[in-house]
């Protein structure tokens, strides 16, 4: 096989003003894609336990606090704090090159509501536990991706 015919066609179709994004994109269901579609509308909106009065993520057919349906979506900030975070240093996803770091962030509404996200470095370490965070949405080729990064201290 020469390596004319190894090459991915995928890479040589696609314009150069927008660069082919291999990396893993997110798949909705029938219980994400209501979440997919406020995210593509630069909205972060999570689901609402009528009965507990509690904020869902992630999306879940089912409340685990009382097992009730959760039937609304209600907007929140993406504000939060990082409460956990590291760098990934081994190759591990298609089209995302390490180092990169990873955090999980708890936002400002809810003391259990966490979220993973890529973050931006800070050198070559991971992120400081305690610093603000504020959602953001990278642009895919296939759409928005929710992203955290840096938030003001005076956002929290």
Request: negative net charge; glycine residues 6%; charged residues 25%.
């Amino acid at each position: 096989m020469t390596s004319s015919e190894c090459s991915s066609p995928r890479h040589s179709d696609t314009p150069e003003s927008v660069p082919f994004d291999d990396r893993p994109r997110p798949v909705a269901d029938a219980v994400t894609t209501e979440y997919w579609k406020w995210i593509q509308q630069e909205q972060l909106r999570l689901q609402w336990c009528e009965c507990c009065a509690r904020l869902i993520f992630p999306p879940t057919p089912y409340c685990a606090g009382c097992r009730t349906a959760p039937s609304q979506w209600r907007q929140v900030s993406g504000r939060g704090t990082v409460v956990s975070s590291g760098v990934v240093r081994k190759s591990f996803v298609p089209g995302h090159p390490p180092p990169y770091a990873v955090v999980w962030v708890r936002l400002a509404e809810q003391d259990d509501l966490e979220m993973v996200s890529n973050f931006p470095m800070e050198g070559d370490r991971a992120p400081t536990i305690g610093r603000p965070a504020q959602l953001t949405f990278e642009r895919r080729d296939w759409g928005l991706l929710p992203q955290f990064v840096p938030g003001d201290s005076h956002d929290e």
